[in-house]
């Protein structure tokens, strides 16, 4: 057995999240290639090179240490095994002690802009992500803005760097109806983790300040170093009763949930793409958001932008939008267009073409 190019898939799991949904749905594009997938799961259509289904974050800090050795060590051995002469990695991480060819897709450099003492996240960036991007053939990234930090913070060249965005998956229906109420009670809706940079206690503080007959659900797994205090502050604030901690929902669930909701509230400090926006206006549903990073590269015109740092400002959008129909259903129609602009055919295609370069 022998292959030309390798896709590294190490890391898929059965509760996708970001960079697995953002594979799963590249992979398809790419079967022109020819490649080889590395990985524990089956892909119908393709060359499969089994792998252990132990190197995810299901098996968490364990999973991704156990994930690194086997890229250092494992990774080149089959490399060389099968006779490939380039190794595509959709997360940031490669052999470095060899002479395997990659290239890898780097999604944000978050645990840079928001660094913790001591975290394996903070030191992986600083100490062994460096090595990786300078010893890559290329890189691609997921937009304009993560780009420009690859630049600023590690000093590579714009020439070997691709922005290609993401998609959305579009499988629910939203009513045709946008003025009508959707749920009642009525709830504005966050998706994604709880860590500082997504701004959780600005967005539950402007959501007890705007005053609004609403709830707010917040889908996302709990994490114990953040939720508790979320929770806390949703009790001293009095409003424990109208915030929804609904923790990680499937794919077609989720959808059902956003297509109901007043409005998506994502005012995050920082995304290196800003995948639940897109997947929300995909739908049709209203889109809060920040006026930084890459936010506006994907909401263009189509959201109501706010400075995240500003409770005020987050909570008058929350305000207009639940009162308003008229605003919702114009937020509505500009979602949907903004949407179409992006597809995971446009993604995989840019891709498959980056990738054939180095073949």
């Not at 190794?87 to 990659?102: H, M, Q, T, W």
């Not at 709830?215 to 009790?235: A, H, I, M």
């Not at 920040?290 to 994907?298: A, F, G, K, R, T």
Request: aromatic content about 10%; overall charge negative.
């Amino acid at each position: 057995m022998s292959a030309s190019i390798l896709i590294n898939l190490s890391f898929l799991f059965s509760k996708p999240t970001g960079i697995a949904t953002y594979a799963s749905n590249l992979v398809p594009y790419l079967e022109q290639l020819k490649p080889t997938l590395l990985t524990a799961q089956k892909f119908d259509f393709f060359d499969c090179y089994p792998i252990a289904n132990n190197l995810t974050p299901a098996q968490g800090s364990k999973g991704h240490f156990r994930r690194l050795l086997w890229t250092q060590f494992q990774l080149p051995q089959i490399y060389k095994k099968l006779q490939s002469s380039l190794l595509f990695s959709p997360v940031p991480e490669a052999p470095i002690y060899n002479d395997c060819r990659y290239i890898i897709t780097v999604h944000d450099l978050i645990p840079l802009r928001f660094p913790r003492n001591f975290s394996p996240l903070t030191l992986y960036f600083r100490h062994y992500l460096p090595q990786v991007l300078d010893r890559a053939e290329h890189i691609i990234c997921n937009s304009e803005a993560t780009a420009r930090d690859i630049i600023d913070f590690f000093g590579i060249s714009a020439n070997k760097i691709s922005p290609i965005p993401l998609a959305h998956n579009n499988d629910c229906d939203r009513p045709l109806d946008l003025t009508q109420k959707l749920h009642d009670p009525p709830y504005f809706l966050y998706i994604g983790r709880h860590d500082p940079h997504k701004n959780l206690q600005r967005t539950i503080a402007a959501f007890a300040k705007c005053n609004c007959e609403s709830e707010l659900w917040l889908v996302g797994s709990c994490d114990p170093r953040y939720t508790p205090e979320l929770k806390r502050q949703s009790q001293e604030l009095g409003i424990q009763e109208r915030v929804k901690f609904l923790g990680y929902l499937p794919e077609k669930e989720l959808s059902i949930v956003i297509s109901n909701a007043i409005a998506l509230v994502f005012p995050s400090l920082w995304e290196g793409f800003g995948l639940p926006v897109l997947e929300a206006m995909a739908l049709g549903t209203p889109v809060i958001t920040s006026n930084i990073s890459s936010l506006p590269e994907v909401a263009g015109d189509a959201a109501i932008s706010v400075d995240p740092y500003d409770i005020e400002a987050i909570a008058g959008a929350m305000k207009n939008v639940a009162t308003d129909s008229q605003l919702r259903s114009q937020l509505s129609q500009l979602s949907l267009q903004q949407a179409d602009l992006f597809s995971w055919e446009k993604t995989g295609l840019a891709t498959a073409e980056v990738l054939a370069r180095f073949v």
